[in-house]
């Protein structure tokens, strides 16, 4: 059906963005959280401490990504209602136990894998289901949805430092529940506009049959060049993306003591990156096709030299500068995302378009933070770390560049095929006129001779 552009939608609208917010509020406050979890769980004895400590953010984000494809699966035979309900249950389950733990290494399942499957569980149907109910305003509302992750950014950082101050990390975690259970709550209001396999399935045949494996696992989106050049160009350029979020905190104590409010740079990360997603949001509604990469490349390229620019910063206020860029072009990034996967395979085949593309971030992502801890932890310094993770944004953001010109010649190709049917078709038309003339014409000249 054509989406209506809005009525019910806006109510999914805005439970998209708590989704979002919830989600990447508390994974982008993960520097917040390190700095804690060093002092609690830490020692100087272990030289190791923050390559070990860095592994618990890292598997958290990295597990949001590396479920998603099986979450596409899910959203597609289940729909994004009962998807989203139960992954937010998941998540719940997975923060609480959190709560719990005397030692870092049981955070690795419970915060790092269980709490992050729950999320992606309830994070990939927030963005499928928007094409439910938008399409012309797909872009704009993209941009308020994701935005949603901003508004916590923005909040949660102070929020989590007067909370560990004063009733320290474990209860922090049982407080920021409340925003898995609201989630939890906020996934019923995925009311689908489009009926699901299972739906499909059983209204045929009465009772609920697995669809055969390749209309479960879509590889063929993968047949799409311009897709297969998105899908290995973006994870390309994010082994060094989420670097900033885990390290920032402690780059800075370590640099300027406890004499500056370091919570203040994911407030600019915060605040532009919100802007970032509205505009960009909106800006990319009015780029034709498969052209909104272009604000992709733009975003790595600026990403990549804020990343090399940190270490310059010598100055407080030059790093909070860096930041407030830094967020804009994040903002950018991750807001056109599921816009160009509509233009790249189609509304059809969004979904496992997505979780593919998600799930292959995840390994960069997962990687990128814990090498920079171990450089840390062997050179005493984060300035290697973060003028490495500016490398791969270039060469990612280079990448990209190719697809808007192999999109159309792709779309030059597919028109042709047609156009040469129609031709085959008027040729052989012809011909078998032809025939008919020549076979008609001594039956009229027998019928004049009688």
Not at 199 to 216: H, S, T
């Amino acid at each position: 059906p054509e989406p209506p552009e809005g009525g019910w939608g806006w109510v999914v609208m805005l439970a998209a963005m708590w989704c979002n917010g919830a989600v990447f509020g508390i994974q982008n406050s993960c520097g917040v959280l390190f700095v804690s979890m060093l002092r609690l769980f830490g020692s100087s004895e272990d030289k190791q401490l923050v390559f070990k400590t860095a592994w618990v953010s890292s598997l958290s984000m990295g597990m949001v990504f590396f479920c998603s494809p099986i979450v596409s699966i899910f959203t597609d035979l289940f729909g994004c209602r009962k998807v989203a309900v139960i992954g937010a249950a998941v998540g719940l389950v997975g923060l609480l136990s959190s709560s719990f733990v005397s030692t870092i290494e049981p955070l690795y399942f419970t915060y790092g894998i269980l709490f992050a499957c729950g999320c992606s569980f309830a994070y990939q149907p927030s963005l499928v289901i928007l094409g439910h109910y938008f399409k012309k305003r797909l872009g704009l509302v993209n941009g308020i949805v994701t935005a949603g992750s901003s508004l916590f950014t923005v909040s949660l950082p102070f929020l989590l430092r007067v909370l560990i101050d004063s009733v320290d990390l474990y209860n922090t975690l049982r407080v920021l529940c409340i925003l898995m259970f609201v989630l939890f709550l906020a996934g019923f209001t995925y009311k689908p506009l489009v009926p699901n396999t299972k739906d499909k399935e059983g209204g045929k045949k009465g009772k609920f049959k697995l669809p055969p494996v390749k209309k479960i696992c879509n590889f063929s989106v993968f047949k799409v060049l311009s897709y297969r050049i998105w899908a290995f160009g973006i994870p390309a350029a994010l082994f060094g993306y989420f670097v900033p979020y885990v390290h920032l905190m402690n780059h800075v104590k370590d640099r300027f003591g406890d004499s500056v409010p370091e919570e203040v740079l994911l407030l600019c990360l915060g605040i532009t990156s919100g802007v970032g997603r509205l505009v960009f949001g909106r800006v990319a509604d009015y780029i034709p096709g498969a052209k909104k990469i272009y604000l992709q490349v733009a975003s790595f390229f600026f990403i990549g030299l804020m990343s090399m620019m940190i270490p310059l910063c010598n100055v407080f206020g030059a790093l909070v500068a860096v930041c407030l860029f830094m967020g804009l072009f994040d903002g950018c990034f991750i807001c056109i995302m599921a816009p160009i996967a509509f233009e790249l395979v189609g509304a059809q085949d969004v979904s496992q378009a997505i979780g593919f593309l998600l799930g292959l971030m995840s390994v960069p992502m997962t990687v990128g933070p814990p090498i920079a801890g171990l450089l840390r932890d062997k050179l005493g310094t984060y300035d290697v770390a973060f003028y490495l993770a500016g490398v791969p944004p270039l060469i990612g953001g280079a990448i990209l560049c190719f697809i808007p010109w192999v999109h159309e010649r792709q779309k030059l190709k597919e028109r042709a095929k047609p156009l040469d049917g129609e031709t085959t078709e008027k040729m052989l038309g012809n011909e078998s006129t032809l025939v008919l003339d020549t076979t008609e014409k001594p039956v009229k000249e027998l019928d004049s001779d009688f």
